[in-house]
C-alpha cells in the first residue's frame, strides 16, 4: 500500500512526463472537455475505466458506484446522467459490469447486509426476474457471471426509461451499450444487448418522449 506522500510523489511525477510531452498540456485541458462517452461502471478498485478502454482525460464522463446501478431514486447517477446527455451530449452511454463483482455476490447471498440492503436489492430484483434462466446454471461461478451480464442488461434498460435518453436517441440518435469487463483477461466484452426486441414489450409503459 502506497503512503500519502508517496501518492503526491506520483502526481508531481505525472505532471513532469505531461508536461515533457506538451508545455500547454494543463493549460488545454482546462479549457473545458466535450467526451462521446458516458461511462457508468463499478466502483471496484480494480476496474479503472479509463485504462480498460485506452483514453485520455476529457474523452469519457464517468460515474461509478456498487454493482454499476442504474437507480431511479438514487439523485447521483440521475445527476450524471442527464448532465452527460442534455448538456455534455455525449453520443453513447455505455454501463459496463465485471466479473468477480462483489457487489452482485453478496445480492446472491442470503445475508442482512444492513445498510447496504437497499442498494443490494436491486440486483436481487434482477435475479428474481431472471430466475428462471439463473436456477437452470448449476455451477455456481457461471451464474454467478451470468447475472453479472443481466444486472448490466438491466441497468441499460433502466437508462432507456429515462426521459433524457429517450429524447436524446430520437433527436440525435444516442446509443446505449451493455459491457462487461473479465478481470481474468483484461477483455471488454460487448454483450450485444438486443434493445429494440427487449424495448418494444416496455415501452407502452416506460415511453416519455
Known sequence: MKSIDQIFENNQKWIAEKLAIDENYFENLATGQSPEFLYIGCSDSRVT????????????????????????????????????????????????????????????????????NPWLRNIRDVYRIHKDELNTIELEEDRYNRLVELNVQEQCINLIKTAAVQEAHKERGLIVHGWVFDIHTGKLIDLKIDFPKILSSIMEIYKLY
Not at 454499476?68 to 459496463?96: Q, T
Open 49 to 116: 475505466a479509463e485504462d480498460l478502454m485506452g483514453v485520455k482525460p476529457g474523452e469519457v464522463f464517468i460515474h461509478r458506484n456498487i454493482a454499476n446501478l442504474v437507480n431511479n431514486v438514487d439523485l447521483s447517477v440521475m445527476s450524471v446522467i442527464n448532465y452527460a446527455v442534455r448538456h455534455l451530449k455525449v453520443k453513447h452511454v455505455v454501463v459496463c459490469g465485471h466479473y468477480n463483482c462483489g457487489g452482485v455476490k453478496a445480492a446472491m447471498q442470503p445475508v442482512d447486509m444492513g445498510i447496504l
